[in-house]
């Protein structure tokens, strides 16, 4: 058993840079219809296309948001 050999065919996978409508029920634990209402109102990130039909959202515009409701919180 060769540990080098091992070792370089080991790839770590990249981090996950968006995330799917159904990643984001989890993620933040709110509902489709919250969601969409609060893009239209302009307080929750816009996704961004990713085909004819798909869409995601950028992880770190979702961690962003997530953040703001945590200071948001904070300073209540």
Do not use: C, H, Q
């Not at 770590?12 to 609060?38: G, H, M, Q």
């Amino acid at each position: 058993m060769n540990t080098d050999t091992e070792s370089t065919d080991r790839r770590e996978l990249p981090k996950r840079l968006i995330y799917r409508e159904r990643d984001l029920k989890a993620v933040t634990n709110t509902s489709r219809k919250f969601r969409e209402d609060a893009m239209k109102a302009g307080t929750f990130p816009k996704p961004v296309p990713l085909g004819p039909k798909a869409r995601g959202w950028l992880v770190s515009e979702i961690e962003d948001w997530i953040e703001e409701r945590k200071a948001a919180r904070d300073a209540a």
